[in-house]
């Protein structure tokens, strides 16, 4: 079967006996399920006139990496959505594969983990929104205090680190093999960071400590 007929069919049989509203949050998130796939999923579409991009892959060519990929990158790199969209997205997927899995749809296999990233994302994607939204606050206050122009080149640092450690309100990153740290946060951050998280952040050192200049978005490790 057609991906996009899945989908249909899907949302079909799913938006009977359940409210307006939720049958709403499920065609949204496999809108973008579906426009994931023909953008970054390396799958066969075209392009219609009236209804944009439509996939032409069969659901034989879905697996979990794609599932994961949608979960933890593209919902938070690609996606402004609605505050339900993370907390939602989750459930929503792990019910459309377990709904493609009973109907035999899928290549043996292809969805083997895809029940364990559906679960980790549920509790995932609320928690790194939540620390993104908190070190964006953080970096308000910081900018200010300490303007850009006003750190040598090595006492500033930019682009993606990876979590490596957290003591209290201080956290430790690698920027591809430089070792930052510490960067001074607040509990209520380090709380919400797990090590093997992603962040993207701009830090500037004063003295001893490194601190939030500018951030972006987190990724779950």
């Not at 960067?183 to 919400?192: C, E, H, N, S, V």
Request: aromatic share 10%; glycine share 8%.
């Amino acid at each position: 079967m057609k991906i996009a007929a899945s989908m249909d069919l899907f949302l079909k049989e799913a938006s009977v006996g359940v409210s307006k509203k939720t049958a709403e949050k499920y065609r949204d998130v496999l809108k973008l399920f579906h426009d994931y796939l023909a953008n970054y999923g390396d799958l066969s579409h075209y392009e219609h006139k009236d209804t944009g991009i439509v996939l032409t892959a069969e659901t034989s060519e879905l697996h979990d990496g794609q599932v994961a990929s949608f979960l933890e990158w593209f919902l938070i790199r690609k996606v402004i959505g609605p505050s339900w969209l993370n907390t939602s997205a989750p459930g929503i997927m792990k019910k459309y594969i377990l709904w493609l899995g009973k109907r035999d749809l899928l290549v043996a296999g292809s969805m083997d983990d895809a029940c364990d990233v559906t679960k980790k994302a549920s509790k995932n994607l609320p928690r790194v929104e939540k620390a993104a939204n908190l070190l964006y606050k953080l970096c308000e206050k910081y900018s200010d205090k300490f303007p850009d122009d006003d750190f040598e080149d090595e006492d500033y640092m930019e682009g993606y680190g990876e979590v490596t450690g957290i003591i209290e309100d201080k956290l430790y990153l690698d920027y591809e093999g430089e070792k930052t740290g510490p960067i001074q946060t607040t509990k209520g951050i380090t709380k919400l960071l797990k090590k093997g998280d992603t962040v993207n952040l701009v830090v500037g050192r004063k003295g001893k400590l490194w601190y939030p200049l500018e951030a972006g978005n987190v990724y779950p490790g």
